[in-house]
């Protein structure tokens, strides 16, 4: 790897830097009313204070990035019940990939089990579509973010995934520190979780052997997060809705941050994390695989494997499964009291979106119901 790459327009703050970070945050006015909104209770200058005292990102996260986060899962979550972490090792660092079904919680509720369970956090990959204001960058940068340029053209994407790449492979094997991405770019939106060969290919570039070595050695970890009620449905819902009546739509960047408030604030019932094993074994498979489009396209279908075959199935996913296909066949999944509450939440979700009642609901009951589908389909077992 080359000694002359810094990764500086990238790469998350150091310890170094957090101190001077939070100081110019705190005195962005937007970032004031964030803090008065996330501790109404609590005097705003006192707040301040203790952030500028602040030297280290580990303080940080510790004392306020997860501090936060539990009091999001105590409020909106009915708990969280997270699985397979002995099948980590506390001194390894890993390439955690899961689903991505919210913008925020998918990342952060990882690290705060983690870091709960003593743990180091990881490095979290983001798209720079969502760095929308300056302070902003910032703040995911010093909570341990680094950034993916989605806006490159051409020849610029190329390089730019190299580079992407590189960092990758520098943190895990140099600053000997986790990494977590998601499985595909951007949400999933209609529940259908699906690992992006592109995302491989790209990971793979800073490798320094063949593929079944590289990703061996990034002892790769898929991670499966499960929403009782999925972050944003009916966001969710209108997106898809709007797409399906002018393919060329293109959402205002205001939704995303949106998504980002109502991801957080909204109820979530119960969420579940599992952790699978490091896919040595299963990597190594793909050696008996001679031609390399071949071997990413099985390395994609292992994933998709681990991650749908680990997800949790609500009586939520059951009751949309039965209610789009008129049946009874998951009947015993749930109670009738369960489907009546799911079928009143539906409607309060969607009586505000504009257009066809019909369409509204199948893609609504779609985006519960498809876990379902895709368990089927895999054949992990229901």
Not at 271 to 283: A, G, M, Q, R, T
Not at 350 to 369: A, D, P, Q, V
Request: net charge positive; hydrophobic share 35%.
């Amino acid at each position: 790897m080359s000694k002359t790459i810094t990764f500086e327009d990238i790469r998350p703050y150091t310890d170094e830097e957090a101190n001077e970070i939070l100081h110019r945050i705190t005195k962005e006015e937007a970032f004031k009313k964030v803090l008065t909104y996330l501790f109404p209770k609590k005097d705003l200058n006192l707040i301040i204070a203790d952030l500028q005292n602040i030297n280290s990102v580990y303080d940080f996260q510790n004392r306020y990035s997860s501090a936060y986060i539990g009091t999001v899962i105590k409020k909106s979550t009915n708990g969280l019940f997270v699985d397979g972490l002995e099948n980590l090792d506390k001194n390894e660092s890993y390439l955690f990939m899961s689903n991505h079904r919210d913008i925020v919680l998918d990342s952060a509720i990882m690290n705060y089990s983690l870091l709960i369970n003593n743990f180091e956090t990881t490095e979290i990959a983001i798209g720079n579509n969502l760095l929308i204001l300056p302070w902003i960058t910032d703040l995911v940068r010093l909570n341990k973010s680094f950034i993916v340029h989605r806006d490159l053209q051409a020849r610029q994407k190329l390089l730019g995934s190299k580079v992407l790449s590189q960092y990758i492979h520098h943190t895990l094997f140099n600053k000997k520190t986790s990494i977590w991405i998601a499985q595909r770019q951007g949400r999933t939106k209609n529940g259908i979780d699906k690992t992006h060969t592109g995302l491989l290919k790209m990971i793979n570039m800073g490798g320094e052997s063949d593929i079944v070595s590289n990703f061996k050695k990034l002892k790769l970890v898929p991670v499966s997060i499960s929403y009782e009620y999925e972050p944003c449905d009916d966001l969710k819902v209108a997106e898809l809705y709007a797409k399906s009546i002018n393919p060329n739509y293109k959402k205002d960047p205001k939704n995303d941050l949106l998504s980002m408030r109502n991801g957080l604030e909204n109820p979530k019932g119960k969420i579940s994390f599992y952790f699978e094993k490091p896919l040595d074994v299963d990597i190594e498979k793909l050696s008996k695989i001679k031609k390399h489009n071949e071997q990413f396209y099985e390395l994609t279908e292992i994933i998709d494997k681990k991650i749908v075959g680990n997800y949790k199935l609500w009586p939520n996913n059951y009751i949309a499964n039965d209610i789009i296909n008129n049946s009874t066949k998951f009947s015993n999944k749930y109670t009738i009291q369960e489907k009546n509450k799911f079928e009143t939440y539906m409607h309060s979700m969607l009586k505000n979106i504009e257009g066809n009642k019909t369409e509204l609901k199948n893609i609504f009951l779609e985006i519960y119901s498809n876990p379902v589908k895709c368990k089927i389909k895999l054949n992990t077992g229901l």
